[in-house]
């Protein structure tokens, strides 16, 4: 898990998850608040997805923040 400050200064965390047919996704949630939001990621398996969460700076998890949906 990583926390980070979106471009108006509020503070979310983000982690891996797992979506419908074992798609890794990036999970999103704001720390005030009870939004949480997700996005798909390219990773084949779970220790790959927590490999490049590891590896993006906090642009690029803004950069995914901004591209998430609504999780559901």
Known sequence: MRTF?????LL????????????QV????RREG??????LMDANSPLDAENELSELGD???RQCLGRSEEWH
Do not use: K, M, N, P
Not at 5 to 9: A, E, I, L, S, V
Not at 34 to 39: C, F, P, T, W
């Open 26 to 29: 990036l999970i999103f949630s």
């Open 34 to 39: 009870h939004e949480i939001r997700q996005v």
């Open 5 to 9: 400050r979106d471009d108006t200064g």
């Open 59 to 61: 642009d690029d998890l």
């Open 12 to 23: 979310w965390e983000v982690a891996v998850g797992r979506a419908s047919y074992g798609t």
